[in-house]
Structure formats: C-alpha cells, structure tokens
C-alpha cells in the first residue's frame, strides 16, 4: 500500500465517499493506504477460508463476508472517523453491525492475508486498532510461511498463538469450527 492520494494531512470516512467505487483504501489515524489488487495465491487463500467459514455458519445468525468489505471501527454519525479498514475476511455476528456500506463497530473476528505491499507499520497499527475496537479474534495468515498468527481478545489483551502446515485451528468466537490449513495453501 501506499499512502498518496492527495497533499491533506488527515482523512475521513467522509473522504473515503468521495473517491471512485473502483478506488480502494484504508485509513488509519487519519493516515491514508492505497491498496494494490491482490496477487493470486492471496485470493486462493482467501476464497478457502471464505469458503470453510461459510459452510460452517450456514444456517448459523453469524455471517462472513471478504474484501472488498468496508468496516467502520469506531463510526461517528458525522462520518469524521478517522479510521476505515478492508480486511481480507470478516466474520460479523451482530446483525446490527451490518449495513448496506459495510460494517459499522468491530466485527467478532478479522483474517488479514499479509501482501508483498503490506508494511510492518501499517500491520501494527491495524493490530492496535483491531484490540481498541475489540475485535475478540484476529488472524494474521502467511502464505509464504504457511502460517496462521491467532490472536485471541482476553481482559483488553491479545493472546497469541501461531499454527503451520496441515493443523487444524479452532474459531475461537465460532465453537466447533475448524479451519483445515492443508486446503489453504496454493498447491504448486
């Protein structure tokens, strides 16, 4: 991602109405990101995650939508938040939450699918974010490595745990789901 769409110092949600439906980006501390299209071992990781999450929840009030799905962490009414995020996956429990726009709060639980573009800077921040809203399971998922970062909402504080290769991980926020890693990963 880079972060120049325009000379202003801060950004909006309002800023992000703006732009053209075909423009994605993210804003976080008022600091805009440019997203670039995913390269296709992210969409294949994707599309099987999407895919073992959705079968899991149908018929279940929990929904999970991909990107490009906009969400409002922390919304203001006057559309002066200063954060707006794209996560690679969301997993949205509350109906409330969803809107014709996206989702508005924290979702139960984010996936982010690391990109060649993504920034160490920008993976913290979003990790910050994702705690201060509450977000109660967040996963950071590595193609390259074959990885999943699991991080669990506990009393205000993450706990992590990471799994590779052919394990099998537990939806914190979804028991009895169980996400097969082995269907994951590009096969070469």
Excluded at 54 to 78: E, H, I, N
Excluded at 140 to 161: N, P, Q, T
């Amino acid at each position: 991602m880079s972060n120049a769409y325009r000379e202003e110092d801060t950004y909006t949600y309002a800023d992000i109405l703006t732009m053209d439906e075909k423009t994605r980006a993210e804003i976080l501390d008022g600091e805009l990101f440019m997203m670039a299209p995913s390269a296709t071992y992210h969409q294949i990781i994707s599309r099987e995650l999407s895919g073992q999450l959705w079968q899991f929840l149908r018929g279940k009030p929990c929904q999970v939508f991909s990107a490009p799905f906009g969400v409002r962490l922390f919304p203001q009414a006057d559309q002066s938040d200063d954060t707006y995020v794209e996560p690679d996956i969301v997993v949205i429990c509350d109906p409330s939450k969803i809107t014709a726009a996206g989702c508005e709060g924290a979702p139960d639980m984010v996936i982010e699918i690391l990109s060649p573009s993504n920034t160490r800077h920008e993976m913290l921040m979003k990790f910050k974010k994702y705690l201060a809203a509450g977000v109660r399971e967040y996963w950071i998922v590595d193609g390259e490595e074959k990885s999943v970062e699991v991080f669990i909402l506990d009393r205000g504080r993450y706990i992590a745990g990471i799994s590779g290769g052919d394990d099998e991980i537990p939806v914190s926020v979804l028991p009895g789901c169980r996400i097969k890693l082995r269907e994951l990963w590009p096969r070469d």
